[in-house]
Every structure is written in C-alpha cells, then in structure tokens.
C-alpha cells in the first residue's frame, strides 16, 4: 500500500510537470542518464549508501524515495539540475527496498523495445521499485497521443515482459 502511494503521488507530479511544460517537439522521455548521477548526489549528501523503495524518472526529474533503517518510513527526495533535496516530509510506507547496486539497466538502450514498438507515444515515467530479496523490477508508464496509459514491465536489457493497460 505505502508503494502504492508512491508510485501514485510520482504519476500525479509527473502530470502536472508534463501539463506545465508544453511546446515539445518530440515524443517525452524519461531523463534515464541522470538517474545514477542522483544516486551519487543523494548517497554524498547523506553519507553513505542508501536503501531505496523506489526511484522514478519523469521527461523532468528524478524521484528517489529513501527507506529508514527498518523500513517503516520513506523520505523522498528529487534531484534536478545537479542539485538533490528532500521533497515532502517523511512518511509511514512499506515493502521492499534495493540497493543502488541493484540497479543495472543501461539508459541508453533500456527503453529501445518500447520506443520501437510505440514511437509517437510519450513515456511519462520510468520507475525502479524494489522486489524481493533486494531485486528491483522496472516499468515504463507509456501515454498515447489519443490519450491512452500503458504500463510496461521491462527487463534490465529492456526486454518487454509485460504490458498491462493503466487505470
């Protein structure tokens, strides 16, 4: 539930960043080559590595939601322009957390499925959430021009291994 509530709030204000921005001229994309660089910058503000309940990536910024030693308590935090703050206060959240070292998808190629199979579709969101034992498993949160939500379920090498219609 408390994932749930992440990856809700993270969609909303992917919304609302992509509503304000306007005058793209090309399908959006998840800023997937900064998210190892707010990885560092979080884990160099706070001292050390972290364990994550999940990080996500808009055509804007990148979310890291930080769990508490006994995971009972997320503190998110974004990372733009270089620079990473805490966003919101800490908050009661729950289910499994990674560490950065499990992260190891290439951003360069890990959306090439998606993007060859949808090519004028924006993709609004690309999230990292924590699995079992320390895994993660990633998503694409994919919008037609028509309107229409997908969210995809991706391999680290950015094989589609499901497809299931966002409500």
């Known amino acids: 539930e408390g994932r749930m509530r992440l990856r809700v709030a993270a969609v909303v204000a992917a919304t609302i960043i992509l509503a304000s921005c306007g005058g793209s ?11 190892q660089p707010a990885i560092a910058a979080l884990e160099h503000k706070l001292g050390g590595p972290q ?3 999940e990080i996500n990536a808009t055509p804007q910024v ?11 308590m997320v503190t998110p ?10 966003s919101a206060v800490p908050a009661g ?21 998606v993007v060859d199979r949808l090519p004028d579709s924006d ?3 690309f999230t990292i ?19 229409g939500t997908l969210e995809v ?3 680290a090498d950015g094989s589609v291994q499901a497809v299931v219609p966002d409500t």
């Not at 001229?25 to 998210?35: K, V, Y």
């Open 51 to 53: 364990q994550y309940f």
């Open 77 to 86: 935090y974004v990372y733009v322009g270089g620079a990473v703050a805490e």
């Open 62 to 72: 990148v979310n890291l939601f930080v769990a508490d030693a006994a995971k009972t």
């Open 153 to 155: 379920t991706l391999g």
């Open 123 to 125: 993709i609004v969101l």
């Open 129 to 147: 959430a924590g699995g079992p034992g320390g895994t993660v498993q990633y998503t694409a949160g994919v919008k037609s021009k028509q309107g």
């Open 25 to 35: 001229t090309g399908p959006e994309r998840p800023r997937l080559d900064q998210i």
């Open 93 to 113: 959240a729950s289910g499994n957390a990674f560490a950065a070292s499990a992260v190891t998808f290439d951003p360069e190629t890990v959306l090439d499925h």
